[in-house]
């Protein structure tokens, strides 16, 4: 399926408005609301729209710290990756985990509270992962740029 300039409209407006009602969102991008609710109905079913969700603030939560993990394996063999795959998969405090190509095999995203936080997670899960070589954090500063909208 291509996507139209109408699609883009729709999808533009979902990424920074997930709640708004289709009525608004038919007038905000001059459709009827059937025809929206339409349109609406088959990028879900195609999968342009995979999910709907709340972002929490994480600084209203208590996690004030955004920390990166660069993990480097001590292999590649698949039974190697499958293993750590698995394992950080289920570590509650990761929020992302990319394979990555260059000096570090995977790259984590955590929140965490603190130092002490980080601590904690490092000694529970993190230095417990299979088949590490080398892990390098870095604590973020300060976010500059922060969203979830991909530019259509």
């Given at each position: 399926?291509?996507?139209?300039a109408t699609d883009r409209r729709i999808l533009q407006v979902l990424q920074?408005?997930?709640?708004?009602?289709?009525?608004?969102?038919?007038?905000?991008?001059?459709?009827?609301?059937?025809?929206?609710?339409?349109?609406?109905?088959?990028?879900?079913?195609?999968?342009?729209?995979?999910?709907?969700?709340?972002?929490?603030?994480?600084?209203?939560?208590?996690?004030?710290?955004?920390?990166f993990v660069e993990i480097t394996l001590n292999g590649q063999s698949d039974?190697?990756?499958?293993?750590?795959?698995?394992?950080?998969?289920?570590?509650?405090?990761?929020?992302?985990?990319?394979?990555?190509?260059?000096?570090?095999d995977f790259l984590l995203k955590l929140m965490v509270e603190d130092t002490?936080?980080?601590?904690?997670?490092?000694?529970?899960?993190?230095?417990?992962?299979?088949?590490?070589?080398?892990?390098?954090?870095?604590?973020?500063?300060?976010?500059?740029?922060?969203?979830?909208?991909?530019?259509?």
């Amino acid at each position: 399926m291509q996507l139209d300039a109408t699609d883009r409209r729709i999808l533009q407006v979902l990424q920074r408005e997930g709640r708004i009602s289709n009525a608004d969102l038919a007038e905000r991008i001059a459709l009827s609301p059937s025809a929206c609710h339409r349109r609406v109905q088959r990028l879900e079913t195609e999968g342009f729209i995979s999910a709907y969700v709340a972002l929490v603030d994480a600084r209203k939560i208590g996690k004030h710290t955004t920390v990166f993990v660069e993990i480097t394996l001590n292999g590649q063999s698949d039974e190697v990756l499958d293993a750590f795959e698995k394992a950080v998969a289920r570590i509650p405090d990761v929020l992302e985990c990319h394979l990555m190509a260059g000096s570090a095999d995977f790259l984590l995203k955590l929140m965490v509270e603190d130092t002490e936080d980080f601590a904690r997670i490092h000694r529970q899960y993190l230095a417990r992962l299979p088949g590490v070589a080398q892990m390098q954090s870095s604590f973020a500063l300060r976010t500059v740029v922060k969203t979830t909208a991909l530019d259509l």
